[in-house]
């Protein structure tokens, strides 16, 4: 791989557990080419980021993403997720009832976006290669999908056409075929009871040094 597929997540919602957000990664289908590691919460591992009228964390390494409750009291969601492109952080809302796999796709949008891949453009730059792509690997939503893109996106297939999406995207821009060549599952997630393999604080603490504090955030997409 010649991308960075190890991500490190920060959860800050006391109410969910980091093998509940595992859970999410794998019902989204997200490709074992990224792989996910679980960093305590430390305060000084993310800042309160304010863009397009949401206040939000996001975390001050790269290669990271936060997970919160939309309704904690601490933020303003008025989006699902945000991320930075040039500095490779994201975040993520969740609200209660939200299916698992709509929130692993979530994380999945908003880490491809963070890879300056065009998360947002099924129904644009990429539409009629994305439905080539569709049709050529078989996907059960190639009829559905080309017979009228928009309202397919909006049908109760909403989900599984953006993993859909998310896979070509992988496929044409990183290489990745784990979804088609079965390269693993998702690893098995360390609990949260403090047995986080401390690979994942080290390698976190070396991108906090690396980065020095001294962030800017830039270019902000949804
Ligand atoms: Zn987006």
Redesign the pocket.
């Known amino acids: 791989m010649t991308f960075n597929s190890v991500w490190t997540v920060i959860n800050l919602d006391e109410s969910i557990s980091n093998d509940t957000i595992q859970s999410w990664i794998s019902f989204a289908g997200i490709p074992a080419c990224f792989r996910f590691v679980f960093q305590s919460p430390f305060a000084n591992a993310w800042t309160t980021f304010t863009a397009y009228d949401s206040s939000v964390p996001m975390p001050l390494a790269p290669w990271t993403i936060c997970v919160s409750s939309a309704t904690d009291a601490r933020f303003t969601w008025t989006v699902a997720g945000l991320s930075t492109i040039g500095l490779h952080q994201a975040s993520i809302g969740h609200w209660t009832g939200e299916p698992q796999d709509d929130l692993g796709a979530r994380m999945w949008?908003?880490i491809l976006?963070c890879y300056e891949l065009p998360?947002?453009n099924m129904q644009t730059s990429e539409r009629a290669e994305f439905a080539d792509y569709l049709r050529t690997t078989g996907s059960l939503h190639a009829a559905g999908f080309s017979a009228d893109p928009v309202g397919y996106e909006a049908s109760a297939h909403h989900t599984q056409i953006l993993v859909e999406y998310y896979k070509y995207l992988m496929h044409k821009y990183m290489g990745c075929d784990c979804f088609q060549e079965g390269c693993g599952e998702q690893p098995v997630v360390p609990s949260e009871d403090g047995s986080t393999p401390s690979s994942g604080n080290e390698d976190a603490m070396k991108k906090l040094l690396y980065i020095g504090g001294a962030v800017v955030f830039f270019l902000l997409?949804?």
Do not use: N
Request: negative net charge; hydrophobic residues 45%.
């Open positions: 949008h908003e976006h998360a947002d997409i949804l």
